[in-house]
């Protein structure tokens, strides 16, 4: 079955190939423009890659205009070269599978001949061979589509390759611009955390210190009055309960009591409880996990299952967490409306940043319609 999969992805990656080659030599005008060529060869080094399962490259980055327009010649010869002999073989089956039987079954006596008739002519000979030539085309397809696919893309990704300084200045890019988005949100953070203190906590404590004072004066000035007492300490107590409540909330945003009392795997369970769309959680074996991570992981899944349950119209969910080597995976789904975009609200663009601040990478992937997939890679070595 694996094999069959392998030879059908071949063969539709080498039509494929066909088709974009002549796409390339009818829209050759248009393609020498540096931008518009960057983004054909994008388009290509990215099926390339996922034939061959290679890492994508980041979002936005495009091959070097002097690659893109070596690879245009080299894309058309190819894919001429590669795509044609795909074309044959699936045209011979598709003729030898509906049009060899139709030939004999509907042509009159005197029809133009064909080989097969001349040959040897009669039914038995067309219910025999044409059978094994379909046969005979489907194993040179399954034998030669995968390796020739495979071929044309290394080719391709030859070609539109990064050198190496150029990888580095585009990682050197890439992480000035996380260092400043994480820089910001730090320094929003502090101010949140300070607001969030000073207008809530610490109000709540000076109206505790006033309702204390007003209950010694009361104590000082009428000790029989208990009623009046009783009914300031009152206040007071349920004050301090309001004001332990907040504290404990600004707390949680900073770093979750849950990670240190019960792990990664117990706070996930709480926050996928909690939300209120049904969530299916899957846990794989995460071995020990670094603290940071951990509250990247926390807070993006809590996040995301907040917009879930917010915006998506979903009426189920999943998230999956797995680590292989040093790698931890995060996937959270939904079968919501689809359309996330984290151009269009606070919350993607929070979990991207807090991402990107650890060297992670995230995935959005929300067609109009659903469903959402998040798609998270973060460093846990």
Excluded at 46 to 57: F, V, Y
Excluded at 77 to 86: E, I, K, N, R
Excluded at 99 to 110: C, G, I, K, S
Excluded at 261 to 281: F, S, Y
Aim: hydrophobic residues 50%.
């Amino acid at each position: 079955m694996a094999g069959t999969q392998q030879a059908w992805r071949g063969g539709v990656y080498l039509l494929g190939s066909l088709l974009s080659g002549v796409a390339t030599v009818l829209g050759l005008p248009l393609l020498w423009h540096p931008r518009l060529a960057r983004l054909w060869a994008r388009r290509h080094r990215d099926r390339a890659g996922r034939l061959l399962g290679t890492p994508p490259a980041p979002p936005g980055v495009l091959p070097a205009t002097s690659r893109a327009l070596l690879w245009l010649p080299v894309h058309v010869v190819c894919g001429l070269a590669f795509g044609l002999p795909a074309l044959l073989c699936a045209g011979n089956i598709v003729v030898a599978l509906i049009a060899t039987p139709l030939w004999w079954a509907f042509t009159p006596p005197e029809r133009p001949r064909l080989f097969i008739d001349v040959a040897v002519p009669g039914w038995a000979t067309a219910l025999t061979l044409g059978p094994l030539q379909i046969v005979l085309l489907a194993a040179v397809a399954y034998l030669a589509f995968p390796p020739l696919a495979r071929a044309h893309a290394r080719i391709g990704l030859a070609v539109l390759a990064y050198p190496a300084d150029e990888r580095l200045a585009e990682r050197v890019a890439e992480l000035t611009r996380t260092r400043a988005d994480v820089l910001d949100a730090h320094g929003a953070e502090l101010r949140r955390i300070e607001r969030d203190l000073h207008d809530g906590t610490q109000a709540r404590l000076v109206a505790i210190a006033m309702r204390l004072a007003v209950a010694r004066q009361a104590f000082a000035e009428h000790p029989r009055d208990d009623k009046l007492v009783e009914e300031l300490l009152r206040d007071a107590h349920e004050g301090t309960e309001e004001a332990m409540t907040e504290l404990r909330e600004v707390i949680r945003t900073v770093y979750p009591p849950i990670l240190a009392d019960r792990g990664l795997a117990g706070a996930l369970t709480a926050v996928t409880t909690r939300c209120g769309v049904p969530v299916r959680l899957d846990l794989g074996d995460l071995e020990r996990v670094p603290a940071a991570v951990e509250a990247v992981v926390y807070f993006a899944v809590a996040e995301a299952l907040t917009n879930v349950a917010k915006h998506s119209e979903a009426t189920a969910a999943g998230v999956r967490v797995g680590r292989t080597a040093d790698r931890l995976s995060v996937v959270v789904t939904d079968d919501g409306s689809g359309g996330a975009d984290d151009r269009r609200g606070t919350g993607l663009a929070g979990i991207r940043r807090r991402v990107l601040a650890i060297d992670g990478t995230v995935a959005v992937d929300s067609p109009a319609g659903g469903p959402t997939t998040i798609t998270l890679e973060l460093p846990c070595g």
